[in-house]
T-cell receptor, first 115, second 116 residues
């Protein structure tokens, strides 16, 4: 069974540019999550999809971030325009069921550097 | 609000020595606790989890953790570490979101470095 995959693994862009990160969850997992780790701090929740619907996006930093999950399969996270403070590692996770006791399976992350 | 504290950012230890990575949490509701590990250039992998029942939880790779409600702790231990245990370890608390999903609240991570 393939795990959660993320693309690209690294991205280096200049301030003001746009970047789109992609996440492919484990097949059959309806729940998809985005997290971010900035500058060695804690990993923070960004948002949660159930199929194509956003269940909770309380962690999204501001309106420069847009997440989509068309068709309920893969998800994209777009940052437009990127700022220096957006640099960090963006993790995607998926789970079959939603629930506080269900394991979330994580991808390897996308390291974003904004210059 | 829930929070997780990992006081030790780095823990150096010699191979075959025991290790304990500390985790304290705060929560006003029932908690579900997790330890994840991130090896270099890989994603986070679940080591173990506490949902209910026995307070001593055994995980993969010889790790175990003990849930202590009175001390609000969930420390991770291994009696004898190996070079391959060198990685970053994250403690996390899970709780239910309003929409029925759940999110993980992580600590800042502890870098375990095993030396010969």
């Amino acid at each position: 069974e393939a795990g959660v995959t993320q693309f690209p693994s690294h991205s280096v862009i200049e301030k003001g540019q746009t970047v789109t990160l992609r996440c492919d969850p484990i097949s059959g997992h309806d729940n998809l999550y985005w997290y971010r780790r900035v500058m060695g701090k804690e990993i923070k929740f960004l948002l949660h999809f159930v199929k194509e619907s956003k269940q909770d996006e309380s962690g999204m930093p501001n309106n420069r971030f847009l997440a989509e999950r068309t068709g309920g399969t893969y998800s994209t996270l777009k940052v437009q325009p990127a700022e220096l403070e957006d640099s960090g590692v963006y993790f995607c996770a998926s789970s079959h069921r939603a629930g506080a006791f269900n394991e979330q399976f994580f991808g390897p992350g996308t390291r974003l550097t904004v210059l | 609000a829930q929070s997780v504290t990992q006081l030790d950012s780095q823990v150096p230890v010699f191979e075959e020595a025991p290790v304990e990575l500390r985790c304290n949490y705060s929560s006003s509701v029932s908690v579900y606790l997790f330890w994840y590990v991130q090896y270099p250039n890989q994603g986070l992998q679940l080591l173990l989890k506490y949902l209910s029942g026995s307070t001593l939880v055994k995980g993969i790779n010889g790790f175990e953790a003990e849930f202590n409600k009175s001390q609000t702790s969930f420390h991770l231990r291994k009696p004898s570490v190996h070079i391959s245990d060198t990685a970053e370890y994250f403690c996390a608390v899970s709780y239910i979101l309003t929409g029925g999903g759940n999110k993980l609240t992580f600590g800042t991570g502890t870098q375990l470095k095993v030396e010969l």
